[in-house]
């Protein structure tokens, strides 16, 4: 949508995660965190990721600039668990 030099765009990604090999070579005892958070990824393996985004653009016919916001919602077997915002600037 266009509107006195400014264009807006609506965007989304959809995304699957995978992980066919997860060992790893934490030692459980000195890292008990990470071990933990790994195993906890070794026994998902499959995450979704939906991120919706809202483009600005404008300017004059020469020079432009771009806003992006973005949000990332990674699912893992139907609860959100993490929410992500990023905003960019070109």
């Given at each position: 949508m266009?509107?006195?030099?400014f264009?807006?765009a609506?965007s989304?990604?959809?995304n ?6 997860t ?6 005892t000195l890292?008990q965190?990470?071990?933990e958070k790994l195993?906890?990824?070794?026994q998902?393996?499959?995450y ?5 985004a809202?483009t ?5 016919k ?6 992006k916001?973005?949000l990332?919602?990674i699912s ?12 960019a600037?070109?």
């Amino acid at each position: 949508m266009t509107f006195n030099g400014f264009d807006f765009a609506f965007s989304t990604r959809f995304n699957r995660l995978s992980f066919n090999k997860t060992k790893n070579q934490i030692d459980r005892t000195l890292n008990q965190h990470e071990f933990e958070k790994l195993y906890a990824t070794a026994q998902t393996k499959n995450y979704l990721f939906f991120e919706p985004a809202l483009t600005i653009r404008g300017g004059w016919k020469n020079i432009r600039s771009s806003y992006k916001v973005q949000l990332g919602v990674i699912s893992i077997m139907n609860i959100i668990n993490l929410i992500n915002f990023t905003l960019a600037w070109a």
